[in-house]
């Protein structure tokens, strides 16, 4: 059973986009074990892949606890899933994107949800682009998750009008 993070009491939502029926149970089992607490998602068909599977899940845990689930997930084999928490009085807001082909990305968010840009990550962005190695415009789609966005787009919509569950972290 995964360690869970201490801080703050924060909340989220982890939406498995597709992964494939065989990986299910383990996903459950992984997010139980950081959650402390037994996991059964609603799964249902993801008819933008068929023959995989999707599902939601709201949690209230730890800040970090979105970290601790998307480092458990990451890499896996056909597993597409985001990962929001909310901001804190103390901690910022994040986001993790994670697909097959892309692997994770994570931002920070503000308050609204909006992706906040480091400054040192914007200004390594201009200097990519000053050398000629790309463009400003695709880093900033980039840092701001934009082939994440563009390659879970379909699944997300295939989603909509799926169940929700609220789970809540033992402490």
């Not at 986009?17 to 068909?45: K, Q």
């Not at 992706?115 to 040192?120: A, C, K, M, Q």
């Not at 900033?140 to 972290?169: M, S, Y």
Request: charged share 20%.
């Amino acid at each position: 059973m995964a360690s869970r993070p201490d801080g703050p009491a924060t909340r989220g939502i982890l939406y498995v986009h597709s992964a494939p029926s065989a990986l299910c149970p383990h996903i459950e089992w992984a997010v139980g074990g950081i959650l402390g607490v037994a996991v059964s998602l609603d799964w249902t068909p993801q008819p933008a892949q068929p023959g995989s599977y999707r599902a939601e899940l709201s949690w209230s845990g730890s800040g970090g606890t979105a970290a601790a689930v998307a480092s458990a997930l990451r890499g896996w084999n056909h597993l597409r899933f985001e990962i929001t928490e909310e901001p804190t009085s103390s901690t910022e807001g994040t986001r993790f994107s994670c697909t097959p082909d892309l692997g994770i990305f994570h931002a920070i968010t503000g308050p609204h949800g909006d992706i906040l840009i480091p400054e040192d990550r914007l200004k390594a962005a201009v200097v990519k682009a000053a050398l000629g190695d790309t463009t400003l415009l695709l880093e900033i789609d980039n840092l701001l998750g934009k082939p994440w966005d563009d390659e879970l787009e379909t699944f997300r919509h295939a989603g909509e009008g799926a169940p929700v569950r609220w789970l809540h972290q033992v402490v």
